[in-house]
C-alpha cells in the first residue's frame, strides 16, 4: 500500500521533528525492525482540551490544554506537564516520545506521556492557576490515573500544580488518589529528593563523563577547582544543578533564566545566587557578577555548557559558536539533530537529554512505587538508588556507542528502543 496514511500535523514543531530525525537515525543503525520504527514515529493517543476560567476580573478566557501518550507498552504513561505560551499539539507529542525513550532506556515499567496548556503562568494570580488546573485535570481525567498515565512537573509547574492535580482528581473519585500524580509535596504523599531528583541526576552524569573521558584516554573533564561550568536556565533544574556543582567545588562561572544571565570567570557564589533570587523574584543585578545575554552564555569557552531551559537553543545557525568540550542536555531537546551532527563531528561529548535528565522520571517512579505501597525511604536510600540506576543507564549507553561507533545521542536512543522494540514484539499487535 503506498498512499499515505498520516497527516502532517505532527511535524509541525521543531522538537517532534528533531525527535524522529534522531530515532531514524539510531533505527538504521541499530537495524530496527521497519514495522516498530513506524509505530514508534507517532504517538499513540492524543487529547485537546478547552479550558475555560473566570478571571480575577470577572472575565472568562479559554485556554488549549493537550496530554499525548506515546507509547505504553512497558507500563502506564508518564511525562510532565508544562504551561508555557508555545506549548502545542505538536512539541508536546515530542516531548512524549522523549519519554517513551528515557523510561525504557533507564528501565522503569512506564510509558511516555506529556501535557501542558498553552498559557504563560506568570501572567495567572494563584487563584487564576488553581483555577486553570483544576479544570484541565477534569477536562483529561478519563485518560490519567495511577494505572494509567502519570503526570509530574515541568516547565511553569511544581509541587502545588500537583496538590491541586491530585485532589481534582480525587475529589472527583470520591476518595484520596495520590498515585495519579508525582512530585507532589511530602505532605500529601510526595518523595523525599524529588525536587532535587533532575539536577541530582545531570550531575552524576557529568561526573561519569568525566570519568568515562578519562577511561578511553580523553582526560578533558578533571571536574575540579579548574574546571568550568556555565548554565542555560536556572529553574527546577538548573538551579539544582548549580548548587550541586558549587558543593562538589567546581565553578559554576554563568547562569541565566528567561531575562538574562549572570557572570564571574572566578565562579559564581551559589547560594547566595539562589537568596537574591527567592528576595528578587530574579538574578538579575546579583552584585558579585556582570551581566551576560542568554546567546553569549552558550557561547562560553567553559568544560561544561549545561542547557536546562528550554529545547532548540543549539541550533545550526548558532552552533559554530558553541566552544564546551562537554555539553549535558538538562533540558529536553536542546540541541536540534544538525546541530548534535555538527558538535559530535568536533569532538564535542553530548550528555542526550534522555539519559541526563532522566533523575526526575527516576525518582518520581520511586515516588509511585512508595505511595502505592505506602511505605515511605530516607532521602539517603532514594539518592543511593537514583545513583544506581543512573549509573546502570550511562554504562549502558557507553557500551552501545562503543558497539555501534556512534554519537552518545543515537546510542541512547538506541539503548531506549531496544528494550521497547522487544516488548512491543513480544506482546505483538491487536487484533
Ligand atoms: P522551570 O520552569 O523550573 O525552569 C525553566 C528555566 O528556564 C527558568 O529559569 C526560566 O526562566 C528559563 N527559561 C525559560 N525560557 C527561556 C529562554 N527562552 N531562554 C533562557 N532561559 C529560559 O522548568 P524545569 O522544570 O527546570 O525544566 C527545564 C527543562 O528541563 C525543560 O526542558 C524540561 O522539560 C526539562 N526537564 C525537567 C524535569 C523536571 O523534573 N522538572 C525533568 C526532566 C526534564
Not at 485556554?63 to 502506564?76: D, K
Request: proline share 5%; charged share 20%.
Amino acid at each position: 500500500m503506498t498512499e499515505e496514511t498520516r497527516t502532517d500535523i505532527w511535524h509541525a514543531s521543531p522538537l517532534y521533528s528533531n525527535s524522529v530525525t534522531q530515532l531514524e537515525e539510531a533505527a538504521k543503525t541499530m537495524r530496527l525492525d521497519p514495522n516498530i520504527l513506524q509505530r514508534l514515529k507517532y504517538p499513540k493517543r492524543a487529547i485537546i482540551v478547552s479550558v475555560p476560567i473566570r478571571l480575577d476580573d470577572g472575565s472568562i478566557k479559554v485556554f488549549e490544554g493537550y496530554r499525548v501518550q506515546h507509547n505504553m507498552t512497558l507500563g502506564p504513561g508518564k511525562g510532565g506537564i508544562r504551561f508555557h505560551p508555545e506549548v502545542n499539539l505538536s512539541e508536546t507529542a515530542g516531548l512524549a516520545m522523549l519519554m517513551t525513550f528515557k523510561c525504557s532506556l533507564v528501565g522503569l515499567p512506564l510509558g511516555g506521556a506529556k501535557g501542558g496548556i498553552r498559557v504563560d503562568p506568570g501572567l495567572l494570580s494563584r487563584q487564576e492557576a488553581q483555577a486553570l488546573t483544576r479544570r484541565y485535570t477534569t477536562e483529561i481525567n478519563m485518560i490519567i490515573g495511577p494505572d494509567r498515565d502519570i503526570p509530574a512537573p515541568d516547565i511553569g509547574t511544581d509541587a502545588q500544580t500537583m496538590a491541586w492535580m491530585m485532589d481534582t482528581f480525587s475529589q472527583e473519585k470520591g476518595f484520596a488518589i495520590p498515585g495519579v500524580v508525582t512530585g507532589k509535596p511530602i505532605e500529601i504523599g510526595g518523595s523525599l529528593g524529588r525536587a532535587e531528583s533532575t539536577g541530582r541526576g545531570v550531575v552524576y552524569c557529568v561526573q561519569h563523563a568525566a570519568k568515562h573521558l578519562q577511561n578511553i584516554g580523553k582526560p578533558t573533564l578533571k571536574m575540579d577547582q579548574s574546571t568550568t561550568i556555565s548554565i542555560h536556565g536556572f529553574g527546577k533544574v538548573g538551579a539544582v544543578a548549580a548548587l550541586e556543582i558549587f558543593q562538589l567545588g567546581t565553578k559554576v562561572v554563568a547562569v541565566s533564566d528567561v531575562h538574562g544571565g549572570i557572570y564571574n570567570k572566578n565562579g559564581l557564589n551559589i547560594p547566595k545566587v539562589l537568596e537574591f533570587m527567592d528576595k528578587h523574584r530574579t538574578i538579575k543585578g546579583f552584585p558579585e557578577s556582570e551581566p551576560i545575554s542568554n546567546e553569549d552564555l552558550l557561547a562560553l569557552p567553559v568544560d561544561v555548557l549545561i542547557p536546562a531551559a528550554i529545547d532548540g537553543v543549539i541550533t545550526s545557525k548558532n552552533v559554530a559558536k558553541i566552544k564546551a568540550k562537554v555539553i549535558a542536555e538538562g533540558a529536553n531537546g536542546p540541541i536540534t539533530a544538525d546541530a548534535t551532527t555538527d558538535l559530535e563531528n568536533r569532538g564535542v561529548f553530548i550528555i542526550p537529554d534522555v539519559l541526563c535528565n532522566a533523575g526526575g522520571v527516576i525518582v518520581s517512579y520511586f515516588e509511585w512505587v512508595q505511595g502505592m505501597q505506602n511505605f515511605f525511604w530516607s532521602e539517603q536510600e532514594v539518592n543511593s538508588k537514583l545513583a544506581e540506576v543512573m549509573s546502570n543507564a550511562f554504562h549502558k549507553v557507553t557500551q552501545i556507542q562503543a558497539k555501534y561507533k556512534c554519537g552518545m545521542k543515537t546510542a541512547a536512543l538506541i539503548a531506549g528502543v531496544d528494550r521497547l522494540n522487544r516488548a512491543m514484539l513480544l506482546r505483538g499487535l491487536f487484533p
